[in-house]
C-alpha cells in the first residue's frame, strides 16, 4: 500500500503521470472533471487569481489547462493526483 509520504516525496511529473495514466485505464471520467473544475481554484492558491477567473469563465479554457503539462500547473494539481493515487491503488 503506497503511502501519503511517498507520494508528496515524488516529483509533481510523476504524480501527474501516475493518476492520469490510472484514470484512463479506469475511464474515470470524474476523476478528468474534477481536474477541470479544481483547476482554477489551484491556479489561484497558486498565485494566479486573474487565470483563475478567466477559467471559471471560460470551460474550453479549463479543458486546455488541464492538458498542460507546464511546471506550474503540476503543482497546483498535486493534492488532486495524490488524493486520486491514494483513493485508487491498484
Known amino acids: 500500500m503506497t503511502t501519503f509520504e511517498e507520494l508528496d516525496a ?3 511529473r510523476e504524480l501527474h ?12 471520467v470524474k476523476f478528468f472533471w474534477r481536474l477541470m473544475s479544481e483547476t482554477p481554484a489551484a491556479e489561484a492558491a ?10 471559471v469563465q471560460h470551460w474550453s479554457r479549463q479543458v486546455l489547462d488541464m ?9 497546483a494539481r498535486r ?12
Request: proline share 4%.
Open 79 to 90: 493534492p488532486i493526483y495524490i488524493d486520486y493515487l491514494l483513493k485508487h491503488e491498484e
Open 10 to 12: 515524488l516529483p509533481s
Open 46 to 55: 497558486d498565485g494566479d487569481v486573474e487565470q483563475g477567473v478567466d477559467e
Open 67 to 75: 492538458l498542460r503539462h507546464d511546471d506550474d500547473a503540476l503543482e
Open 17 to 28: 503521470d501516475r493518476a492520469v495514466s490510472r484514470a484512463e485505464r479506469r475511464l474515470d
